[in-house]
């Protein structure tokens, strides 16, 4: 198989613009003849939905929350980049598009993060022409803050509630759309397969999860906006129901999957406290801007600090060691997420941890309160601190937090091409479903600018160019493709359900997600990798023999809901440890102990491994095969990172 | 539907109804009160009925008097609707509501509270206001004026300890009603303001003490002068 | 700690539904209120009974998914969502009442689940700013003064939960729909359709079958995000003033 990226020709300032020129455009009044299925309802999904029913498309909305607002996008906290270069501090697309590929360790595409940048710009005036409500400085302007990988302030902010924001957003002209008729909403729906005719994506199958309907509902193209599958891990900071399912199915009808293994391990989150856990909870990038992340010096004063004969505030200046303001003096806290991540991990190996289970270390403001008094530190982080207290039960104005990295994102997803269009001709993937933009890391306040961007500035276009060239005649739902779609939906629910288990869904997403932290998180190794794998396959089949599902398919089932997902987790599991078996070195945060410089950082692998993994499933217990996108990178020079 | 009747027939237009008629009631009552403080007027009640005789002659009171008719009824009329209305609201109670914790016990129960002022209401008029208008009145005169002897029956009345104790319990109800009901006007009219919301507050809430005590201590003034 | 818990159980929504009592132990002070439901329905699993459904997503107090009427109090005691309120705020021993929001225009699905799409439909009713991508003018083009900005942002970190309307003696969903139109009406960007989306979304909201509002103050008491209900009166001023002055007659 042939990956064609169909990256434009031209200079990188100018492929955009000579792209958009040379697609086709369906007429205006032909628009309304086409019919696009979107899934899911989050920045990509519902800026997607909005903006083609705007330009006359007929659109179908789908998500399995009750309402579309809820998608988890509505989490982020820090903020959203774009290169407007309001702050004069020497910011340009250009700079933008350069840190996003430093940052994203040098495995991403060039044409699609530069476009990323160039679009950034639209993304802000956008939203505040919606009415989103951004932090302003006190003359009326937009006000910026710094994040991790860049030394100029390009993130946007709404408090610590960013995403919240700029989802309400999409979401108000998503339900504009609705209002007008454009797009049909179709809340707590499942998609559970999609239908390809003819090599065509054609429609998708889908489970009401209040009745239980399988319904089939086709159209021209289908886009799926499904997000990321951290899940994967169990803990992590997704929302409950985030899971793989639509991409995976898609992948198992032909979508490659690409790079699965590079997954974000966000460093500032609430440290687990116990068995119980279910989720974890981030703390935004934001507060390394103030906080500071230190440890004891030495592993004594840890241990006291851990059976409480000691508290965070009795350790003297001396006794602290502030590791990243150490080893990074120029990005100090700021450093990107993989590598903040990576020196909490070591200093926490070290037996330097701070809480009961040693995987903590502190965030720290005490010296910015000293400096600009509480009152500013609440005004800039109060929702944050309130959550934090909540959790916790500290108060972290007088006690600095505890944190730990966390599974947070997934850089990798289904393979797509400059269209983000995937192998299957008319299905699309945007946002954290696709693997495009942020390489091997990607940085903070990115993946809003990339979930809107993919919605609301690349897709309206690039859809177009491949509906002109699709006959109005739509695939009827009667097709035998839909029928036999439909009955191997049924025969998997029937099969879940009348497995004679013993054990809860949740017993085997915790097992799993146990083996992908302790050998595909953030460290891993050759040896621990195959030994995750045969865990896994063993694993799989437990799930096979011994699930029980409880309840029947008619009705509101989360059990049901749960195992569906849990079922493709764990393939993905597999083949996310078959991708990073394979890469041969380490880069953002796929981190392979094997392969590290003297320094502990991550050593690439340019001549072997620039390229894009693209998976493509073959059959049930098979291995899946390797394609690979080679990684031209004709605009920026490949260099270690650096941040010192 | 026209836009009026669709007005208010909306929750807010039904809402609005319920402000301003609430709000001419309060005016009414700062009327009354203050005609009323001529009962402590030493004079064998003289001014009172002097007062008394203006408030149902003079053709603007007339005006309105029968705004504030129509207010009461409206009032009523409207909270009987929107009531009834927001119990449909809820077809389902909860088995366990800890409502005491999140809003006072008086703007929950404005209903029962206005219900009790109504029966309060109707034995006032009925005592006062029918025979006032209708009624067999002894007549007294003051400068060669006939007058009728309203304080003499208001002195007669208040002789009574139930009707004393009834007045002062209706009036402590009226306190309540009026603590919510005077700030919760100005919030639904949407006049809620930084700098002014707590004055209104404060206003409210001395208004609902001053005018039910004033009202109160005048049946109790009486019990006494006349025990003595 | 133990606990008794005493959960509203309900097929569906034609089912009428009743109390059930459950007992559940050694739990964690540290746990969520949620994740000591996890516990009881892990419980139920293995016994083979239908675990206890309720509707949650991020678990982190922003999606608005959860709800849970818990001891009398939407989201329980505490003045946040039920997956942000921990076990340390009950005591061992205690009976917990769980019930699912009460109203006409939240139906219960199943459980302690509701459906609350009449909120959505209450924002397609005019809930927005009527842009299209693109086109647009540039974000700093309208300086905003920063108190507007921040004022407007409170109005909007509404996460749609609909304790409010759990809340009010009433079922109102006054504090929703006025936190949308003061967030717009405030922002030069609402302003173009001031009037209309008032009068849109008011009717709408009268039209799902929420109460009216008594200026209780329950909504703004339990509002997980603190929304104030000075909005409620803006948003009153608003419709006042739009229907005496627009012109749809």
């Known amino acids: 198989m042939i990956l064609d990226s169909k990256i434009p020709e031209g200079p990188l300032a100018e492929k955009w613009s000579r792209h958009k020129f040379n697609i086709k455009l369906v007429n205006p009044a032909n628009k309304r003849k086409y019919d696009v299925i979107v899934v899911g309802t989050g920045l990509a999904g519902a800026s997607a939905a909005a903006s083609l029913a705007e330009l006359g498309y007929n659109v179908k909305a789908f998500c399995f929350q009750d309402s579309p607002r809820r998608a988890h996008s509505i989490a982020a906290q820090g903020g959203i980049n774009a290169a407007k270069n309001y702050q004069n501090d020497g910011d340009s697309v250009y700079r ?7 940052g994203g360790d040098y495995r991403a595409r060039e044409a699609n993060v530069y476009r990323l940048a160039e679009v950034s710009v639209n993304i802000i005036d956008q939203c505040v022409a ?6 302003r400085e006190y003359g009326g302007l937009l006000a910026n803050r710094s994040f991790g990988g860049a030394q100029v302030s390009r993130t946007f902010y709404a408090r610590g509630q960013t995403g919240q924001q700029l989802l309400l957003g999409a979401y108000s002209a998503l339900s504009r759309q609705v209002a007008n008729g454009k797009v049909k909403l179709y809340p707590r729906t499942e998609m559970m397969d999609v239908v390809v005719v003819d090599g065509k994506a054609s429609g998708i199958v889908t489970r009401n ?15 799926l906006c499904t997000g990321g599958y951290g899940n994967v891990f169990f803990l992590s900071t997704n929302a409950m129901g985030s899971n793989v399912t639509a991409a995976w199915r898609a992948h198992k009808r032909g979508a490659l999957m690409a790079n699965p293994c590079f997954t974000q391990i966000h460093p500032t989150c609430i440290p687990v406290s116990g068995d119980h856990q279910s989720k974890l909870t981030l703390m935004s990038e934001s507060l390394r801007n103030d906080g500071r992340v230190w440890v004891p010096a030495t592993k004594e004063i840890s241990e006291k600090l851990r059976k409480g004969e000691i508290t965070a505030n009795d350790i003297k200046e001396e006794d602290r060691d502030y590791f990243l ?13 993989d590598v903040a991540s990576r020196n909490a991990k070591y200093v926490c190996d070290e037996g330097r941890g701070v809480n009961e289970t040693g995987e903590a270390v502190f965030l720290d403001f005490r010296d910015a309160i000293k400096r600009d008094t509480e009152e500013l530190i609440r005004a800039k982080y109060g929702n944050l601190f309130d959550m934090y207290q909540q959790i916790t039960g500290e108060n972290p104005y007088k006690v600095p937090m505890k944190i730990y990295p966390a599974v947070h994102y997934t850089m990798g997803g289904l393979w797509v091409d400059y269209n983000l269009m995937t192998n299957i001709p008319g299905l699309y993937a945007l946002g954290e479903a696709n693997f495009s933009d942020h390489g091997a890391n990607r940085l903070g306040a990115s993946a809003l600018m990339q979930g809107l961007a993919d919605g609301y500035f690349v897709i309206p276009y690039t859809v177009g160019d491949y509906l002109a060239q699709t006959p109005y005649a739509k695939i009827d739902t009667d097709h035998p493709e839909f029928q036999k779609a439909e009955q191997e939906v049924k025969d998997r629910i029937s099969k879940l359900l009348d497995i004679p288990g013993e054990k809860t869904v949740d017993y085997f997403h915790k097992r799993l997600g146990k083996i992908m932290w302790d050998y595909c998180g953030m460290a891993r190794t050759e040896e621990g990798l195959k030994k995750a794998k045969s865990m896994i396959k063993e694993l799989k089949t437990e799930f096979w023999s011994n699930v029980n599902v409880l309840g029947g398919n008619e009705e509101l089932n989360q059990s049901l809901e749960k195992a569906h997902r849990v079922a493709d987790f764990l393939e993905l599991g597999e083949l996310m440890i078959d991708d990073a078996l394979n890469r041969n070195e380490s880069c953002g945060g796929h981190f392979r102990e094997e392969y590290q410089t003297p320094e502990g950082e991550a050593l690439r692998d340019d001549e072997n491994f620039a390229y894009v993994s693209a998976w493509q499933y073959v059959g049930e217990d098979e291995e899946e095969v390797l394609h690979k996108e080679p990684l031209v990178f004709e605009n920026v020079k490949l260099t270690q990172r650096s941040y010192k | 539907m026209s836009w009026v009747s669709k007005t208010l027939n909306s929750t807010l237009g039904r809402k609005l109804m319920m402000a ?8 009414f009552l700062l009327g009354h009160v203050s005609g009323n403080t001529l009962l402590f007027k030493n004079d064998g009640g003289e001014a009172f009925n002097i007062y008394a005789k203006f408030m149902t002659t003079n053709p603007a009171v007339k005006i309105l008097s029968y705004l504030t008719y129509i207010s009461v009824i409206a009032h009523v009329v409207y909270s009987i609707i929107l009531t009834k209305y927001n119990k449909s609201a809820r077809p389902v109670a909860y088995a366990n509501s800890k409502a005491s914790t999140n809003s006072s016990w008086n703007s929950r129960n404005m209903g029962i509270l206005g219900t009790i002022i109504l029966i309060f209401l109707a034995v006032h008029l009925q005592g006062f206001w029918y025979k006032m208008h209708w009624g067999d009145m002894p007549v007294v005169s003051y400068g060669g004026e006939q007058y009728k002897d309203l304080y003499t029956i208001v002195n007669f009345a208040f002789q009574s300890e139930l009707l004393v104790a009834l007045y002062v319990v209706a009036m402590g109800f009226l306190g309540l009603h009026l603590s919510h009901g005077f700030q919760s006007a100005f919030q639904t009219l949407g006049l809620n303001h930084v700098k002014y919301s707590p004055a209104i507050q404060k206003l409210g809430l001395a208004f609902s003490i001053i005018v039910p005590a004033l009202f109160a201590s005048m049946p109790i003034y009486i019990y006494f002068i006349n025990m003595n | 700690m133990n606990l008794t818990l005493n959960i509203w159980r309900q097929k569906n ?16 002070k540290d746990m969520s209120f949620l994740e000591m439901l996890d516990v009881l329905n892990e419980q139920l699993a293995e016994k083979g009974e239908d675990p206890v459904h309720f509707d949650h997503d991020c678990r982190e107090g922003i999606c608005g998914m959860c709800s849970l009427y818990i001891n009398g109090k939407p989201h329980g005691p505490l003045q946040t969502t039920t997956c942000q309120l921990h076990m340390r705020s009950f005591k061992d021993g205690e009976t917990i009442t769980i019930e699912p929001w009460r109203a006409k225009a939240f139906p219960v699905m199943k459980d302690l689940v509701v459906d609350r799409s009449a909120f959505d439909r209450i924002i397609q009713a ?10 647009v003018p540039d974000a700093n083009e309208i300086p905003i003064p920063k108190r507007i900005a921040d004022e407007a942002f409170d109005a909007a970190t509404c996460i749609g939960c609909g304790a409010c309307v759990a809340a009010c003696k009433n079922a109102s969903a006054m504090l929703f729909t006025s936190a949308k139109v003061s967030q717009l009406a405030m922002l030069p960007q609402g302003q173009v359709e001031r009037k209309e989306r008032a009068e849109k979304m008011i009717a709408q909201m009268d039209a799902e079958g929420f109460g009216a509002c008594t200026n209780t103050g329950a909504c703004e008491a339990e509002c997980p995000k603190g929304i104030s209900i000075t909005n409620i009166a803006r948003m009153n001023r608003e419709y006042f003033s739009a229907v005496v002055s627009s012109e749809n007659v």
């Open chain 3, 126 to 135: 005019g809930g927005y700013v009527s842009v299209n991508t693109g086109g």
């Open chain 3, 13 to 28: 929504n034609v089912d009428k539904g009743g109390f059930r009592e459950y007992k559940v132990s050694d739990i964690s």
């Open chain 1, 325 to 337: 303001e150490r080893k990074y003096p120029s990005f100090g806290n700021l450093v990107p997420r």
């Open chain 1, 130 to 135: 919606q009415g989103v409500p951004f932090a």
């Open chain 1, 209 to 223: 999860l209040i009745t239980g309907a399988i319904e089939s509902h086709s159209a021209h193209a289908v886009l």
């Open chain 1, 96 to 102: 933008l598009f350069y840190d996003t590929i430093k």
């Open chain 2, 20 to 27: 301003l008629t609430g709000l001419f009631l309060i005016i």
